[in-house]
């Protein structure tokens, strides 16, 4: 059993992606393998993976394994052909070149993610049933001391005006490390509290469950 506090957690911004990268294919495994003509990348590079499998696109992954024309999506077990249809995975990635810490976060809130369900009712019966479907929208929301110098600032503005969605990463205490894809949003206008650190909030709205990796 083993708990944890979120205390000294790094949270960072994409700041740059390279071209992307044809992938013309991807094993069904359980590590993922990418077939991917002389693609430049190494193991530990983090990427934006673009695929026709709708549970691994818009996700970010970390390379392993990289050799000349492949390399592995490390965590990615794409053995179910039911959410994973064989021959249906290729597509493209980036690689991110650069992050820029998102610095002075006071608080941190989550919302959506629920489950939802149908529920049903037969005529015969004196209960109801449900079948579980779809969950809610997610997102994040950070509150930061406010400060438009910061770098961090100046690119979740940037963000939240181009509208393009951006890797994030997390990086807790203990060395593991949350990767989420998102659409950035900043409230510009400070709070305005007597006696209280003026802050803005940035909201990520994820565009897919997030992946997480050990130290």
Known sequence: ????????????IASGYGSPITVSAVTNAAQAVASATAHG????????????WSKATDRIFRVDDAATDAFDFEGLDTT???????GAGAGSV????????LAQITNSTSE????QFLTYQFLESDSEKRIPTTKSAAGITF????????????LAKQANDDRLARAV???LSNGQILLYNA????SVIPSLTVNELMTVEVTLSLLGEPVRYAA
Do not use: C
């Open 112 to 115: 959506g993610g629920e489950q």
């Open 183 to 186: 659409y950035i949003s900043l």
């Open 94 to 101: 980036r690689e991110i070149t650069g992050w820029t810490q």
């Open 143 to 154: 509150t930061i001391a406010d400060d438009p110098t910061l770098a961090g600032y100046i």
């Open 41 to 52: 990348l190494s193991d530990g590079d983090f990427v934006e993976f673009t695929s026709g």
């Open 169 to 171: 990463r997390v990086t």
């Open 1 to 12: 059993m083993a708990v944890s506090l979120p205390n000294g957690s790094v949270v960072a």
């Open 80 to 86: 179910n052909t039911q959410q994973y249809p064989a």
